[in-house]
């Protein structure tokens, strides 16, 4: 296998672990749902703490831990990126409507498919835009149900916590990049500060409420290792390494999926407005991912030798 090929590999290999994070995603709202009243911030410092203890705990059995210790400066960037998205997103649906807060929280995988033309090598064309935006139309429709937002100014600092909560993460994801030698085992440093970060914002802001069954700790359990633990971990990989594109566009998936999951499982019916979501986001996927989809692996190959612009 030429040089070429083996990192058209590695390219794709990095996008698709990193697209199984929105799968992972998608469980937020029925792993939430399960986990009964307890307040988002205790939530966020319980499922956050888990995973960064038990990833640290691997990290030392498996001899890694070395590669966990980072600057001030990149724990710094990965807390703050953990926590500020989180940190805003509840602030946004405390203060707006939840149906407007999470339609504007959800034009982060657009601003990560434009911000990713500023990063070296990466080049945005007209069908990577084109996708993001069919799958920010699914999204929307989905979120709203078809019946569009009512904004209303009253609302505007819910709404401008949402466009916080939706720059933070496509900043952090974006900005990963640049940290490409930054190992990914950094992540669990991350995770244990964004812990304490929510931990202090918990005790500042709300009332403490427990799981009060196991049912509700097992549903704490399976965010902290799949939506709120191994997906940020996954996701490092694939901004990092993979089509940064792409892992932005195929990022709408996740509310599709977890509307279907919330279905699946009785919380929901299936509709034509779900329906049609589905159709955009898959379009969308599909127009933005067209490169690695259909090109031919001389093509591809061929594509990877002109000079970026």
Known sequence: MSELSLA???RLRATLIGLTAVLMWSTLGLFGAASGKVPPFLLNALCFGLSGIAATLWLGL?????????????????TLGLFGFHFFYFTAIRN?????????????????????ALLPGERLKAHHVLGTLLGLAGAALLVTGGKGLTLDPAHAPGYLAACASALFWSSYSVLSRRL?????????????????????AHLAFETTVWPASPSEWGAVLALAAFPVGL???????????????????????????????????????????????????????????????????????????????
């Open 96 to 116: 707006a409507p939840p149906v407007d807060a999470n339609l504007i929280n959800y034009t982060w995988p657009l601003l990560i498919v434009v911000f990713s």
């Open 62 to 78: 498996t001899g890694r831990l070395a590669r966990m210790r980072q600057p001030v400066g990149v724990l710094a960037f990965g």
């Open 231 to 309: 997906a940020f971990f996954v996701w490092d990989i694939g901004v990092k390494h993979g089509d940064i594109q792409v892992l932005g566009a195929g990022a709408y998936a996740a509310p599709v999926l977890s509307t279907l999951l919330l279905i699946a499982f009785g919380f929901g019916a299936f509709t034509m407005v779900v329906a049609l979501a589905c159709g955009l986001v898959t379009l969308g996927a599909v127009v933005a991912a067209k490169d690695m989809i259909f090109r031919t692996p001389t093509k591809r190959r061929l594509a990877e030798t002109e000079p970026s612009a």
């Open 180 to 200: 490409g030698k930054v190992p990914t085992e950094a992540v669990a440093g991350f995770c244990l500060g964004t812990s304490v970060l929510s931990l202090a």
């Open 8 to 10: 058209a590999s590695r």
